[in-house]
């Protein structure tokens, strides 16, 4: 898979996404993704259709065996309710909860404050429904 890196970053620039907001969208940490864009690992199999899935860039594509644009299915990248959707509802609860606590983990304490106050009326919303 020699250039595959190289593929990737350029694909997810044609659609103005950083490797971070890849990583994020995967569920990946920015460090494994590194090793993918980076020629250092080959992604398995399930990872690696969900980069394509992302980056909405068939696997033929990646590997220049096909010149079309999109093949169907992937013309879209998913919505990212979408995203860790691959196991059960209480995974992807787990895996969204995981990543709110490593972003809350970065912020500073102004961004917390703010972040808490987004989050506070958003249980209030949900709770009036």
């Given at each position: 898979?020699?250039?595959?890196?190289?593929?990737?970053?350029?694909?997810?620039?044609?659609?103005?996404?950083?490797?971070?907001?890849?990583?994020?969208r995967?569920?990946?940490?920015?460090?494994?993704?590194?090793?993918?864009v980076n020629?250092?690992?080959?992604?398995?199999?399930?990872?690696?259709?969900?980069?394509?899935?992302?980056l909405?860039?068939?696997?033929?594509?990646?590997?220049?065996?096909?010149?079309?644009?999109?093949?169907?299915?992937?013309?879209?990248?998913?919505?990212?309710?979408?995203?860790?959707?691959?196991?059960?509802?209480?995974?992807?609860a787990?895996?969204?909860?995981?990543?709110?606590?490593?972003?809350?983990e970065?912020?500073?304490?102004?961004?917390?404050?703010?972040?808490?106050?987004?989050?506070?009326?958003?249980?209030?919303v949900?709770?009036?429904?």
């Amino acid at each position: 898979m020699e250039g595959l890196g190289e593929k990737l970053r350029q694909r997810a620039r044609e659609l103005g996404l950083t490797d971070t907001e890849v990583a994020r969208r995967l569920g990946l940490s920015q460090a494994r993704y590194a090793h993918y864009v980076n020629d250092k690992r080959e992604p398995d199999f399930r990872t690696f259709i969900g980069i394509c899935r992302i980056l909405s860039i068939s696997p033929d594509r990646l590997f220049g065996f096909a010149e079309s644009p999109h093949p169907p299915g992937l013309d879209e990248p998913p919505a990212p309710s979408e995203l860790g959707g691959w196991g059960t509802p209480e995974q992807e609860a787990a895996n969204l909860r995981d990543r709110i606590k490593a972003a809350a983990e970065a912020m500073t304490v102004p961004t917390l404050r703010t972040a808490a106050t987004v989050m506070d009326a958003l249980v209030r919303v949900q709770s009036e429904k």
